[in-house]
């Protein structure tokens, strides 16, 4: 015999659906004792069916949403090609007017990679701020929370140099928040204020001197300072911390470049490679290959560094003057010029001679924001704020 899943009522074992509501019949039964009256049920057979009714009202949810999503995504591609549509035909018009528009394409996938970006950032940033406030375990949390907001609101509208007062306000009320220190070393250190990022810092150190952030940060900040042996020490014990970050054995490869050897800062810079390409760190490989007088190898990875950030200025010009060595005359001009167009202030971009031989070539010394921007990348410390609006 069959019970019905929604009547109850029994039916042959041979049909299809219930005789007397119609349901389709799902489940068959064995043949009731004889002594069983007529239409009584057993125990496992009304648990059978309460599960198949609890089963058949979530698949009736969840068809329901399948038929709203299937109707969203609909109207998302019929908005999207009507979008599209007004875009080509604007881009049809405008080069109609006589407008290049060759880089329209690929100045709208930058922009899209920008935006999705800035919201990435900002989440990271929102979950830190409350990761922060969740830490607080002093008596005045309401106040200690307004000052939070406060700082967060500034820094996500990329004005982090405004949120200083409430940053410094709500780590004197709880000096023991170590990511609050962090945080407040790291405004301070975009503002250049090495001082008083240095300070937050050693703060945090003293509390926790095995912490790996702290101490890569620390490290960057006093090579920035010129303080080398300092430097060399914390960067190293960075390393040892983890060897698996690339930004730290950048930023040592750095340093030992700026001391000259050559043999440490090829053996870091070729680790960070292998752990992550980034434009800053190919730069200096390349400057590095330069120095030594390999300039085929040098052109090589500051190619690579060119490609990874198109409006790296400093690796276009390490580039002609490598072209230069090699008698690319034609290369090298068109990287000076690239050069110059990047950044009309800086005056050696304008040279074009060809370096006599034995001059002593220059250094590849990264500036600081490359460097710190790959230390904020891999620690996911703050949003990279827009340097030149900030200055």
């Not at 908005?79 to 329209?104: P, Q, R, V, Y």
């Not at 996500?156 to 023991?176: I, K, N, T, V, Y």
């Not at 609050?180 to 937050?200: I, N, R, S, T, W």
């Not at 700026?258 to 800053?280: I, V």
Request: charged share 30%; hydrophobic share 40%; with cysteine.
């Amino acid at each position: 015999m069959i019970h019905c899943q929604n009547c109850t009522v029994r039916n042959d074992a041979n049909r299809l659906f219930c005789w007397k509501c119609g349901t389709k019949l799902l489940i068959a039964t064995r043949w009731a004792p004889p002594d069983r009256a007529a239409g009584a049920m057993s125990f496992m057979d009304e648990h059978v069916l309460e599960r198949i009714s609890t089963t058949e009202t979530a698949l009736t949810t969840l068809e329901k949403r399948i038929d709203a999503l299937a109707e969203t995504v609909e109207r998302v591609a019929a908005h999207n090609f009507i979008d599209h549509t007004m875009i080509e035909t604007l881009t049809e018009s405008l080069e109609t007017a006589g407008l290049n528009l060759s880089s329209l394409d690929s100045a709208w996938r930058r922009k899209i990679d920008s935006r999705l970006a800035e919201n990435e950032e900002a989440d990271r940033l929102s979950r830190r701020m409350e990761r922060i406030v969740g830490a607080y375990r002093g008596a005045h949390r309401e106040q200690f929370t307004l000052w939070m907001e406060r700082a967060y609101e500034l820094m996500a509208s990329e004005r982090p140099a405004e949120s200083l007062d409430s940053l410094e306000a709500a780590f004197a009320q709880d000096p023991s928040n170590h990511e609050l220190g962090m945080l407040l070393a790291e405004v301070f250190f975009h503002a250049k204020d090495y001082a008083a990022a240095g300070k937050c810092l050693t703060r945090v150190l003293d509390a926790r001197p095995e912490d790996f952030e702290a101490t890569l940060l620390m490290g960057v900040l006093e090579k920035i300072r010129g303080r080398h042996a300092k430097a060399q020490a914390l960067l190293e014990r960075a390393v040892g911390l983890r060897d698996d970050s690339y930004s730290a054995h950048a930023a040592l490869g750095a340093l030992f470049m700026e001391a000259d050897n050559r043999a440490r800062a090829g053996f870091h810079l070729n680790r960070a490679l292998e752990l992550k390409p980034s434009a800053p760190t190919h730069f200096m490989l390349g400057a590095l290959y330069y120095q030594d007088g390999r300039q085929r190898r040098a052109v090589k990875h500051l190619e690579e560094a060119t490609e990874l950030d198109p409006e790296f200025s400093e690796a276009f010009y390490h580039l002609g003057l490598a072209c230069q060595e090699l008698n690319w005359s034609r290369r090298a001009r068109e990287c000076f010029k690239r050069a110059q167009g990047l950044n009309p202030r800086e005056t050696r971009y304008r040279a074009t001679r060809r370096a006599r031989s034995g001059q002593p070539r220059s250094g590849g010394r990264v500036s600081p924001d490359p460097l710190s921007g790959m230390v904020r990348d891999e620690l996911c410390l703050t949003t990279r704020w827009d340097l030149k609006r900030s200055e």
